[in-house]
T-cell receptor, first 113, second 112 residues
Framework: GQQLNQSPQSMFIQEGEDVSMNCTSS?????WLWYKQDPGEGPVLLIA?????ELTSNGRLTAQFGITRKDSFLNISASIPSDVGIYFC?????????????FGSGTQLTVLP | DGGITQSPKYLFRKEGQNVTLSCEQN?????MYWYRQDPGQGLRLIYY???????QKGDIAEGYSVSREKKESFPLTVTSAQKNPTAFYLC???????????FGSGTRLTVV
């Protein structure tokens, strides 16, 4: 299947710091999605991106769909303790295809007080 | 509120046993999916179904089976042929808008 390279694998940051993580793919995607997973729960959609170059914000979160359509990044500003969790990127090849959602391996975020 | 219900939350299986994980949705979504999650890894697709009475294998279907007799339900059976079944299993759906997946809260399966 497709491969998504997500980095970093883990991050330890101080409360109040900004965070950046990214995903790259060897293939072109038409949709990029960012999810957050709390321990023992299912992932929850944070941001969806549908056009190359698109920059979208959701509160303190900002994500961008890369111009090449092979990458995306997620920024979190002014981190707080509840930002702790695993963040996943996901790419979809075509909106009409039911199965073509590929996930990155996740970024484990720890926020230190 | 509409959503996805996975049960049980925790499941213990003896070696050689088959177990079935439940996934029920009231979102009226057509497509349903089963993913497996192991520590430090992304989500890997086991099976998916786009319509009732139809389903396709994902990337790691060996040792698993599914059925889709009703739109609302997509149970996953972990058979004795699955040699390393201990993992966190997630069910997801997608509506016609295709705007991302909605996930259930997962089932943690442990072999004892």
């Amino acid at each position: 299947g497709q491969q998504l390279n997500q980095s970093p694998q883990s991050m330890f940051i101080q409360e109040g710091e900004d965070v950046s993580m990214n995903c790259t793919s060897s293939s072109i995607f038409n949709t990029w999605l960012w999810y957050k997973q709390d321990p023992g729960e299912g992932p929850v959609l944070l941001i969806a991106l549908y056009k190359a170059g698109e920059l979208t914000s959701n509160g303190r979160l900002t994500a961008q769909f890369g111009i090449t359509r092979k990458d995306s990044f997620l920024n979190i500003s002014a981190s707080i303790p509840s930002d702790v969790g695993i963040y996943f990127c996901a790419g979809q090849e075509s909106s009409g295809s039911a199965r073509q959602l590929t996930f990155g391996s996740g970024t484990q975020l720890t926020v230190l007080p | 509120d509409g959503g996805i219900t996975q049960s049980p939350k925790y499941l213990f299986r003896k070696e050689g046993q088959n177990v079935t994980l439940s996934c029920e949705q009231n979102l009226n979504h057509d497509a349903m999916y089963w993913y497996r999650q192991d520590p430090g890894q992304g989500l890997r697709l086991i099976y998916y179904s786009q319509i009732v009475n139809d389903f396709q294998k994902g990337d790691i279907a060996e040792g698993y089976s599914v059925s889709r007799e009703k739109k609302e339900s997509f149970p996953l059976t972990v058979t004795s042929a699955q040699k390393n079944p201990t993992a966190f299993y997630l069910c997801a759906t997608v509506g016609w808008t295709g705007k991302g997946y909605t996930f259930g809260s997962g089932t943690r399966l442990t072999v004892v």
